[in-house]
């Protein structure tokens, strides 16, 4: 158990203890095209092959299918990259952002947006 601002939070649901999350979220739209087979295999290779020494300790992949409520889904994809440090994300984007960014056209039109969180449970 970890105490926390007066509140007991179970450590066992923790993955990584201080890790970060970059989230890199991809809206959905009527005229949204994305190809997650190039997505999982290629683009995600490469996040994995330039960004691991810069701390990336692991990937996801999370493909929305539903807003909830009959609703569609948000985002048409959600990328989660786990990384030590945030600063080794910042470090790791800095050298190989303009890399990663090129790639894009090669499986989606959607401008994807980035949020870095930490993990605290």
């Known amino acids: 158990m970890l105490e926390q601002d007066g509140l007991i939070w179970p450590t066992h649901h923790r993955k990584e203890p201080h890790m970060f999350k970059v989230s890199v979220m991809y809206p959905n739209n009527e005229n949204a095209r994305f190809?997650?087979?190039?997505?999982?295999t290629k683009h995600m290779g490469l996040v994995k092959r330039l960004l691991k020494p810069f701390g990336l300790v692991r990937t996801?992949?999370?493909?929305?299918?539903?807003g909830g409520g009959g609703q569609t889904a948000t985002y048409i994809c959600i990328g989660n990259l786990y990384f030590e440090t945030a600063d080794g994300y910042e470090?790791?984007?800095?050298?190989?952002?303009?890399?990663l960014r090129a790639d894009i056209p090669n499986f989606t039109n959607v401008a994807p947006i980035r949020q870095i969180s930490e993990i605290v449970v």
């Open 91 to 99: 470090k790791g984007v800095a050298a190989y952002g303009g890399a």
């Open 60 to 66: 996801e992949v999370l493909k929305g299918i539903s």
């Open 35 to 40: 190809d997650f087979d190039y997505y999982r």
